[in-house]
Structures are given as structure tokens and as C-alpha cells.
């Protein structure tokens, strides 16, 4: 059973351009998390996401970030016209119902902005 | 708002020796879970050991044990005989029972020495 998967694994992006950061839960889950890690910080919660719906996104800055869970593919996190304090590893996490206690997570994509 | 505190940012340990990281957390829940996880430098986050807060007997998973003391708001991690691959970032999360957002702390860095 494949795990998260997460691509790219590292983004690269110069000021004002996209980025788009890709999920695929794992099999049979349908709930997807997505996490920011700032450099020395914690995770930090963005939005909850479940097929073509979001339940949340408090973690969500209020602009250029959107994410989306549609009925096929992966889940999208899409930063538009990045600036350098975007620069995080972006960590995508699934679980099988919104109930359960463990949520697995994928290996990260590092978003680099020069 | 629930906010978790891990007050070493760095901790070492010799091989085979026993080493105890600390969290603390606030919170007005009475039902929640508490988690460790461990980061290596893959930077995959990989659950290490779970504990209910309505449990009162400590969670242990082999090697790495909790010392659960909910009046205080603490939750350490104990970590025995430890080992080579054992050297990681360790961060300490809450989730309330009846949400799914994971908050975490800034983390520990763990060194282990030959």
C-alpha cells in the first residue's frame, strides 16, 4: 500500500512567479491536510480538505494561497505570485475518516523562492 | 487557542543511553490526543508514539516510552537505549478528540553519540 506522495519533492520558483504543490493521499483515504514547516518551526495546520470539498482553511493566508480536492487526482496546493517568505516545506497528510486519530503524512515538498 | 511548548531545542545522548525530551501544553479540552513524531533528515514525519488523554496508563512502543501527567499539562518522551538512527528532530503535537487540525511544537533536535 503506497504511502503520501507528494511532488515535487523541491520547487523552485522566482518572486511572482506559481507554484503548484501536488498530493495523492493514500489509498482509500479521502481527508487531506496540508502543513507549512517555516525553517526552525513546527508544523503549522493550513487547510482540511475532502474530495471536492473544503472544511477548513483557518491556516490558509488570506491571499495567493488556494487549495483544491477535486473527485479525480491529487490534492493541489497553489501558491500564486510567490515572494520569499513562502520559502517552507509544504507537508500534505491523509487520513481515512476525519475521526481518526493518525494522520499520515508525505515527505514534503521545500518551495525555494529566489 | 492550544499551544504546545518544547523548551529544549537541542538535546544529546550517548548510544545506549536513556534520554527523556519534554512538552508541555495548554489547553481547556479535557479530550484530546498528544503525539510524537520524529523528523529525520529525510524530513519524513514518522509517528513515534500516541497517547489518549482520557488514558491514564502512560503509551509505550518499544523503546521510546511517555510520561503522561495531565494536571500539569506535560507529556515527555523517554527514549531507552537509544540508537544511531534514533538522531532526528522530535516535535511533540496535540489534536482535540473532536477536530483533526494537528498543532505542534518547534521541536527538539536530538544528537546521538557513538
Known amino acids: 500500500n503506497a504511502g503520501v506522495m507528494q511532488n515535487p519533492r523541491h520547487l523552485v520558483r522566482r518572486r511572482g512567479q506559481e507554484a503548484r504543490l501536488r498530493c495523492s493521499p493514500m489509498k482509500g483515504h479521502s481527508h487531506v491536510y496540508w502543513y507549512r514547516q517555516l525553517p526552525e518551526e513546527g508544523l503549522k495546520f493550513m487547510v482540511y480538505?475532502?474530495?471536492?470539498?473544503?472544511?477548513?482553511e483557518s491556516g490558509m493566508p488570506k491571499e495567493r494561497f488556494s487549495a483544491e480536492f477535486p473527485k479525480e487526482g491529487p490534492s493541489i496546493l497553489r501558491i500564486q505570485q510567490v515572494v520569499r517568505g513562502d520559502s517552507a516545506a509544504y507537508f500534505c497528510?491523509?487520513?481515512?475518516?476525519?475521526?481518526?486519530?493518525?494522520?499520515?503524512f508525505g515527505p514534503g515538498t521545500r518551495l525555494t523562492v529566489t | 487557542a492550544q499551544t504546545v511548548t518544547q523548551s529544549q531545542p537541542e538535546m544529546s545522548v550517548q548510544e545506549a543511553e536513556t534520554v527523556t525530551l519534554s512538552c508541555t501544553y495548554d489547553?481547556?479540552?479535557?479530550?484530546?490526543?498528544l503525539f510524537w513524531y520524529k523528523q529525520p533528515p529525510s524530513r519524513q514525519m514518522i509517528l513515534v508514539i500516541r497517547?489518549?488523554?482520557?488514558?491514564?496508563q502512560n503509551a509505550t512502543e518499544n523503546r521510546f516510552s511517555v510520561n503522561f501527567q495531565k494536571a500539569a499539562k506535560s507529556f515527555s518522551l523517554k527514549i531507552s537505549d537509544s540508537q544511531l538512527g534514533d538522531a532526528a528532530m522530535y516535535f511533540c503535537a496535540y489534536r482535540v478528540n473532536s477536530g483533526y487540525a494537528l498543532n505542534f511544537g518547534k521541536g527538539t533536535s536530538l544528537l546521538v553519540t557513538p
Open positions: 497517547q489518549e488523554a482520557y488514558k491514564q
Open positions: 480538505l475532502q474530495k471536492e470539498n473544503i472544511i477548513d
Open positions: 489547553t481547556s479540552e479535557s479530550d484530546y490526543y
Open positions: 497528510a491523509s487520513s481515512q475518516t476525519s475521526g481518526s486519530w493518525e494522520q499520515y
